[in-house]
T-cell receptor, first 116, second 112 residues
Framework: AQTVTQSQPEMSVQEAETVTLSCTYD???????LFWYKQPPSRQMILVIR??????QNATENRFSVNFQKAAKSFSLKISDSQLGDAAMYFC?????????????FGTGTLLAVQP | ETGVTQSPTHLIKTRGQQVTLRCSSQ?????VSWYQQALGQGPQFIFQ???????GRGNFPPRFSGLQFPNYSSELNVNALELDDSALYLC???????????FGPGTRLTVL
């Protein structure tokens, strides 16, 4: 079975600075998808960025980028030029490429605080 | 385009009761998944519905059941509520084999 581990329960960053959130996962599959979701106090999960395992190039979405290390099974999220609105719980998630469902396996989350 | 909506926002029940939570999927989406998010935890997959049929289930007992309607909206039913069922219940919709799931704001269930 696949597992996702986020070892940083809480992180803090100064506004305009850069922060990196860590995520490791375990799988025996060779092709899969990885995601970072943001959950603000409003509770609604918002997709931040996604990565397909067969793509070696790291995904980037504006101020958000990932460092995908397939051999190490690591998938960290870098937030550049942090803004107050980035404060939220961040979840790393795994999805198998095959199978009948869109099932996401989530980590336990990292609570990010942004200091003005 | 209307996003995923869920109702009610909050709900308080007592142990042993039954509850029904509702989800309206995003326009054009025919697949709905339900997740349970306990306090301080990541969401856990309950099950998925596609074209009105359950096509995948997580490690949840049969007292968790669901329905999907022809308009692709969905219900989650939980019978014989237990204290540990207290959680945020999230609904997510996607297109057929869609890579990205869009989540609703959730229903906060408290079981006393």
């Amino acid at each position: 079975a696949q597992t996702v581990t986020q070892s940083q329960p809480e992180m803090s960053v100064q506004e305009a600075e850069t922060v990196t959130l860590s995520c490791t996962y375990d799988t025996s599959e060779s092709d899969y998808y990885l995601f970072w979701y943001k959950q603000p106090p409003s509770r609604q999960m918002i997709l931040v960025i996604r990565q397909e395992a067969y793509k070696q190039q790291n995904a980037t979405e504006n101020r958000f980028s990932v460092n995908f290390q397939k051999a190490a099974k690591s998938f960290s999220l870098k937030i550049s030029d942090s803004q107050l609105g980035d404060a939220a719980m961040y979840f790393c998630a795994y999805r198998s490429k095959g199978g009948a469902t869109n099932k996401l396996i989530f980590g336990t989350g990292t609570l990010l605080a942004v200091q003005p | 385009e209307t996003g995923v909506t869920q109702s009610p926002t909050h709900l308080i029940k007592t142990r042993g009761q039954q509850v029904t939570l509702r989800c309206s999927s995003q326009s054009g989406h025919n697949t709905v998944s339900w997740y349970q998010q306990a306090l301080g935890q990541g969401p856990q997959f309950i099950f998925q519905y596609y074209r009105e049929e359950e096509n995948g289930r997580g490690n949840f007992p049969p007292r968790f059941s669901g329905l999907q309607f022809p308009n692709y909206s969905s219900e989650l039913n939980v019978n014989a509520l237990e204290l540990d069922d207290s959680a945020l219940y999230l609904c997510a919709s996607s297109r057929t084999s869609g890579l990205v799931q869009f989540f609703g704001p959730g229903t906060r269930l408290t079981v006393l």
